[in-house]
């Protein structure tokens, strides 16, 4: 064993235990922390977005240094309808988010540190050194269940430099004019500057597989489309997100036996974005307010965390099973333009997960998108066997 113990050691610096570290860092520094990644820097290759109504104003305010990017609204367009709306978005470059919490956590941090396994005290090194902590805390990423029924949201997107200034002065959050090919797909536009994009190719697909040569060329082929020349691509990123149709959260949690986890390992995103930003955000002051920061502790306010969300997230995965298990899968987009005729705070409360009863009620009124046979057997496959195959 290595040293004095650790009260706190976070396994893994994605989105969300880097933030944790951050908070622990910046609140309450007497504490003897440790985040680990196996990488040169943490964060990976990400853009992560929210919308300011995801958050509260103390927590954009302790968020704002991170922030790259930010617009006062945002468009959406499909075939047969497009939108404005007002209200703030915001993005990060997992650049900034590396340089300001790496500097903030200073000898807090490890970088190149392979994790070969953990316990909810322990960690041991690639290199055989094991590392003691009163908890561990396990942020990296999904891991593989039999208590989720899923599908994903897949993605490659690209930063390019263009020829020639874009024109657009806002995000465009979806554009579902395009080709679907097979399951909802989007194109996600950001604009960081005159001549500079982030354009990304987005399908919510039944399964996790995707074919990045084939989004490559969506991307190519919509800016040729747009009138716009890649003069340069400077970086790329991509992955898949899951999308939540049903689950026993009971087991989920069962099988975890202890073991303090976050982010997307502890379901810790919402059901039908996949944005994890807020999430993250929440469970970080939760944690940095715990008098008991023992592994015990942490993974009981953890997983009540998790339940009390996933109680709150229902209605969210019925929505979900009616888009991934209703009607023509090329004919997704027709739910998803539905919804953004929607009044505009009805949508800001949708994407922070907040919805009233009379917006439940708003959402599945009137005449459906789909066949309302197939919406009602969607709606009854509350367990996974029900779906398929869970992933």
Same mark, same amino acid.
């Not at 001549?195 to 919509?222: F, Q, S």
């Given at each position: 064993?290595?040293?004095?113990?650790?009260?706190?050691?976070?396994?893994?610096?994605?989105?969300?235990?880097?933030?944790?570290?951050?908070?622990?860092?910046?609140?309450? +520094?007497?504490?003897?922390? *440790?985040?680990?990644?196996?990488?040169?820097?943490?964060?990976?290759?990400?853009?992560?977005?929210?919308?300011?109504?995801?958050?509260?104003?103390?927590?954009?305010?302790?968020?704002?240094?991170?922030?790259?990017?930010?617009?006062?609204?945002?468009?959406?367009?499909?075939?047969?309808?497009?939108?404005?709306?007002?209200?703030?978005?915001?993005?990060?470059?997992? &650049?900034?988010?590396?340089?300001?919490?790496?500097?903030?956590?200073?000898?807090?941090?490890?970088?190149?540190?392979?994790?070969?396994?953990?316990?909810?005290?322990?960690?041991?090194?690639?290199?055989?050194?094991?590392?003691?902590?009163?908890?561990?805390?396990? &942020?990296?990423?999904?891991?593989?269940?039999?208590?989720?029924?899923?599908?994903?949201?897949?993605?490659?997107?690209?930063?390019?430099?263009?020829?020639?200034?874009?024109?657009?002065?806002?995000?465009?959050?979806?554009?579902?004019?395009?080709?679907?090919?097979?399951?909802?797909?989007?194109?996600?536009?950001?604009?960081?500057?005159?001549?500079?994009?982030?354009?990304?190719?987005?399908?919510?697909?039944?399964?996790?597989?995707?074919?990045?040569?084939? *989004?490559?060329?969506?991307?190519?082929?919509?800016?040729?489309?747009? &009138?716009?020349?890649?003069?340069?691509?400077?970086?790329?990123?991509?992955?898949?997100?899951?999308?939540?149709?049903?689950?026993?959260?009971?087991?989920?949690?069962?099988?975890?036996?202890?073991?303090?986890?976050?982010?997307?390992?502890?379901?810790?995103?919402?059901?039908?974005? &996949?944005?994890?930003?807020?999430?993250?955000?929440?469970?970080?002051?939760?944690?940095?307010?715990?008098?008991?920061?023992?592994?015990?502790?942490?993974?009981?306010?953890?997983?009540?965390?998790?339940?009390?969300?996933?109680?709150?997230?229902?209605?969210?995965?019925?929505?979900?099973?009616?888009?991934?298990?209703?009607?023509?899968?090329?004919?997704?987009?027709?739910?998803?333009?539905?919804?953004?005729?929607?009044?505009?705070?009805?949508?800001?409360?949708?994407?922070?997960?907040?919805?009233?009863?009379?917006?439940?009620?708003?959402?599945?009124?009137?005449? +459906? +998108?789909?066949?309302?046979?197939?919406?009602?057997?969607?709606?009854?496959?509350?367990? +996974?066997?029900?779906?398929?195959?869970?992933?």
């Amino acid at each position: 064993m290595s040293g004095a113990p650790y009260d706190v050691i976070l396994a893994g610096g994605g989105l969300a235990n880097a933030l944790i570290a951050w908070r622990l860092r910046t609140t309450r +520094p007497s504490l003897r922390i *440790l985040l680990l990644d196996q990488a040169d820097s943490i964060g990976g290759n990400h853009t992560w977005s929210f919308h300011d109504s995801d958050l509260d104003a103390a927590q954009r305010q302790w968020l704002a240094p991170l922030v790259s990017a930010r617009w006062p609204d945002y468009d959406v367009i499909f075939p047969e309808h497009a939108r404005k709306l007002d209200g703030g978005y915001a993005s990060i470059f997992s &650049g900034d988010f590396a340089r300001v919490i790496e500097a903030a956590l200073g000898p807090a941090l490890r970088l190149a540190a392979g994790i070969a396994d953990l316990t909810p005290t322990t960690v041991r090194l690639a290199d055989g050194e094991v590392l003691q902590a009163g908890a561990v805390i396990d &942020g990296r990423g999904p891991r593989a269940t039999e208590r989720l029924a899923l599908g994903y949201q897949t993605f490659l997107g690209q930063e390019v430099r263009l020829a020639a200034p874009h024109g657009l002065t806002s995000p465009v959050i979806m554009d579902a004019s395009v080709a679907q090919q097979g399951g909802y797909r989007f194109v996600y536009v950001l604009p960081f500057a005159a001549d500079r994009l982030l354009i990304e190719d987005t399908h919510y697909v039944d399964t996790g597989a995707w074919e990045p040569e084939r *989004l490559r060329a969506n991307i190519a082929a919509y800016a040729a489309a747009r &009138g716009w020349r890649i003069e340069e691509t400077i970086r790329e990123e991509h992955g898949s997100l899951p999308i939540v149709l049903a689950g026993d959260i009971d087991r989920f949690w069962a099988d975890l036996d202890g073991q303090p986890c976050s982010g997307l390992r502890a379901g810790l995103f919402h059901p039908t974005t &996949g944005y994890s930003l807020p999430h993250a955000v929440r469970l970080a002051e939760r944690i940095a307010a715990l008098d008991d920061l023992t592994a015990p502790a942490l993974f009981d306010a953890i997983r009540r965390t998790a339940l009390d969300e996933w109680r709150g997230q229902r209605f969210f995965r019925l929505l979900n099973r009616m888009l991934f298990l209703a009607g023509d899968a090329d004919h997704r987009w027709r739910v998803m333009q539905r919804f953004y005729r929607l009044p505009a705070p009805l949508i800001a409360r949708f994407y922070a997960g907040r919805l009233t009863l009379g917006d439940k009620a708003r959402l599945v009124s009137g005449k +459906p +998108p789909v066949p309302v046979g197939q919406a009602l057997s969607a709606a009854r496959k509350i367990h +996974p066997h029900q779906i398929r195959k869970p992933a």
